[in-house]
């Protein structure tokens, strides 16, 4: 039964490739879209590789093998991955698969890249697809993604719509849904991802608490007189704890957008990101922002420049999406950051 069900997938992209070769000038238009791309090929494409893209098993939301993920923010614009593929009702997905027009050179769109990787590394799944059925790519999302890398950066497997026939096996062994439960993706992104070079968002996270902890222990007890050890490790953790919260507060829709952004501007930077620290107690009546036991935050003295380095290090250019990080992979880093 496999064998027929491989064969059967096998002939049915080998239509979809006919098609698009039979009029490939209207497909590379630039009227030709997103919305069209995908429902012409894209999703064929995958059901063709068993994936039950439109959901006609009937299973209930949460047990969907194929779904879109919720919008998202990436570098300051609105973002969302096309297709995110699991099993089991398994939150966490398998793989995502971005799409674009047929009319967007992939090879060279370090835009797209950044897009797709920046949404795998956020959520820490290794391996993803941006594709235009033109072109394929599969990107390695392990590597912390930049806006300066290239198109080719982490990408380990790529190849045209010409190609599909001789890269079949390759498909239908790593994302045929089959194939998923006896650990073909696994096996590749085992073997091909590329580890020279990777942080996790976590390590990277982790790694970034503690060089902020490092310059604002050196500004508060270079600027507060007196401080004790003990006041001044309390200090440090309260001030890194509060901007986090607010921050993902921002990218959850809960404060507004660029608050702290905006409070790094002029004047004080510190006392502007404590004056948004009172407004977070009034309106959360949290024992983070309990002033009335933590008398030491509201005099404290930090110097600009470490205060706007903290909150310039939470927004783009670098990749942090806190709408997105799990909650978990965050408390994992603080776990190890406090010990």
Known sequence: MSEETKESARLKIAELVAKYAGQQADYESPDYN?????????????KA??????NEQGYAEAYREVVHELTVKIDG????PDNAFRIGGNPVPLFLVET???????????????????????????????TNFREFAVYDCTPKPSPADNAAKARIRYFSYKNYSDEFDFLWNTFGRENIP??????????DTQKKGTSAVDKEFLRMLEDWREHL?????????????????YAVQQTINRIVFLRMAEDRKIEPENS???????????QNVFRLFL??????????FDFEKDTVSPNLIIDNRIIKRIVSDLYYPNPYNFAIIPVEILGTAYERFLG
Request: aromatic share 10%.
């Open 34 to 46: 997103e919305t069209q791309t995908r429902q012409d090929f894209i999703n064929p494409f995958f």
């Open 49 to 54: 590789l068993g994936w039950d893209v439109d």
């Open 77 to 80: 614009h609105t973002k969302r």
């Open 100 to 130: 674009k027009k047929p009319s967007i050179l992939l090879a060279a769109a370090a835009d797209a890249a950044y897009q797709i990787r920046s949404y795998g590394w956020n959520k820490k799944i290794a391996v993803n697809i941006l």
């Open 182 to 191: 006896k650990g073909g993706l696994d096996q590749f992104i085992q073997s």
């Open 217 to 233: 222990a050196v500004s508060i007890n270079k600027n507060n007189e007196g401080i004790g050890e003990e006041e001044l490790n």
């Open 260 to 270: 702290l952004q905006q409070a790094v501007g002029t004047g004080n930077f510190y």
């Open 279 to 288: 407004q977070a107690d009034a309106k959360y009546n949290s024992g983070l």
